[in-house]
């Protein structure tokens, strides 16, 4: 071997041992990240992680969530998708993982979420700055918990968490954060124009006993008391909304059967209406 | 095997028996993607399509490595034309840290047209043969051949000027 030959060989073999040697997930959840990604019928369309989910992690090993929780960000406010984005990959150096998730995302923020400009990986490090939005019932005993969260100040975020029977949940803060996604404004300059949550987000979420969920956050328009999701095979859900806030879990495949979500008025008006197509139909 | 006649109605051995294949080969195949590209995101993207089209497939696939590394090579072939004229907006995870010495021998590599750095990868990571890059780039191997001396003259002369 000649000397530009092996140093060749060197490269690649260094270049190539940054690869995993195994992949984050299965095909199977991969290709349902992808369905989602490219059917862009998540209520927010943010279609979310399915890496940070906690089942990859014994319960024993799960560090404090002001460690732990990586999570990642719709911008509300100002501020440009490229600088927003390279901004926080760098401050937070997210692995590929997140990375991933983030790169998902980036292909699908933008599209029908009210003022969102762009997404970012952020770290809830404090607890002090968390509100209770709504709660509900989730799949297979689980407990869907939405809250906001200002880890800095002029960044307004979501966090959902799914639950499960007995671990600890908001107010007496999760131990874990299964998944989810949070909608603020970018730090710095951009940030004082972020004063409302908006947005919302989904997540594709496996249970212990392996089937697949979507788990989705939504904020509503304002003046919503109720809101129903009906779904193709006929089935409907009334979520509960608190704080202007609604969430619900529901099997992958009927979330990607297409649905409809309405939200009402107290006087029973419809305010908003969005008719989901099945996944990967457009 | 990917499809067995035996069982190409049983949706549960398709799908196990691919699930084995993309926990195999996934790796490699995304370092191959990554090397060529020089993308990470266009890498697993690129691999994630050859998957998809190995599920689609309805041919009885004995060799499925084989079979998806040829369909790596022409779609990144494929994203490399979308790319030079796309404005691409998705963030590159941060560069790895290397040694200055891969450093420099990477940048010159990336600087390559696309068709060499596909046959210097082929060669000199994957290790294949003339014969069997030939196959996978669907050309004759004279072309690889010529292809792999002219991409090594060329990281000679800026490298090892």
């Known amino acids: 071997m000649t000397n530009i030959e092996t140093r060749l060989t060197a490269t690649f073999d260094e270049l190539a041992a940054l690869i995993p040697d195994t992949p984050v997930s299965s095909f199977e959840e991969a290709k349902a990240r992808y369905a989602a990604l490219r059917s862009g019928a998540v209520l927010d369309e943010l279609t979310i992680q399915t890496e940070l989910r906690r089942t990859k992690r014994p319960r024993w090993r799960r560090r404090p969530r002001s460690l732990t929780t990586v999570i990642v960000a719709g911008l509300v406010a100002a501020g440009g998708v490229g600088t927003g984005i390279a901004a926080a990959a760098g401050a937070f150096g997210p692995g590929p993982g997140v990375q991933h998730v983030f790169r998902q995302l980036t292909k699908s923020v933008g599209r029908g979420v009210p003022g969102a400009k762009s997404v970012v990986p952020i770290t809830v490090s404090s607890s002090t700055s968390e509100h209770f939005l709504v709660t509900e019932p989730g799949p297979e005993g689980t407990t869907i918990t939405v ?110 059967g297409g649905f409809t979500q309405t939200e009402y008025s107290g006087s029973g008006a419809a305010l908003y209406t969005s008719k989901q197509p099945p996944a990967g139909s457009h | 095997m990917i499809v067995d006649p035996e069982t190409a109605g049983d949706d549960v051995r398709l799908t196990a028996d691919l699930e084995e294949v993309y926990r195999a080969h996934w790796a490699a195949l995304v370092r191959l993607a990554w090397l060529t590209l020089g993308s990470r995101n266009d890498a697993e993207d690129v691999v994630q399509t050859a998957f998809l089209r190995l599920e689609q497939a309805s041919a009885q696939i004995d060799d499925p490595f084989s079979y998806l590394r040829r369909i790596v090579i022409n779609l990144a072939l494929d994203q490399h034309r979308r790319a030079s004229v796309a404005l691409r907006h998705r963030p590159e995870p941060a560069p790895p840290s290397l040694n200055p010495e891969t450093e420099e021998v990477w940048a010159n590599v990336q600087r390559l047209p696309l068709r060499q750095r596909q046959a210097l990868v082929l060669r000199f990571h994957a290790d294949l043969t003339f014969e069997q890059i030939a196959a996978d780039m669907d050309c004759p191997v004279g072309t690889v051949k010529s292809l792999v001396h002219r991409g090594l003259a060329t990281l000679r002369g800026a490298i090892e000027r």
């Open chain 1, 147 to 256: 809250w906001s969260d200002s880890p800095t100040p002029g960044v307004n975020c979501f966090v959902s968490e799914v639950s499960e029977a007995g671990d600890p949940t908001f107010p007496g803060k999760p131990t874990q954060q299964n998944g989810g996604g949070c909608g603020g404004a970018p730090s710095s300059s951009a940030s004082a124009n972020a004063t409302m949550l908006t947005g919302g987000g989904g997540s594709i979420w496996r249970s212990s006993s392996g089937a697949l969920y979507m788990i989705v956050s939504s904020a509503t328009v304002p003046g919503t008391v109720r809101v129903t999701v009906a779904f193709a095979d006929g089935s409907a859900i009334t979520p509960t909304v608190g704080n202007g806030w609604f969430a619900f879990g529901v099997r992958y495949n009927e979330w990607a």
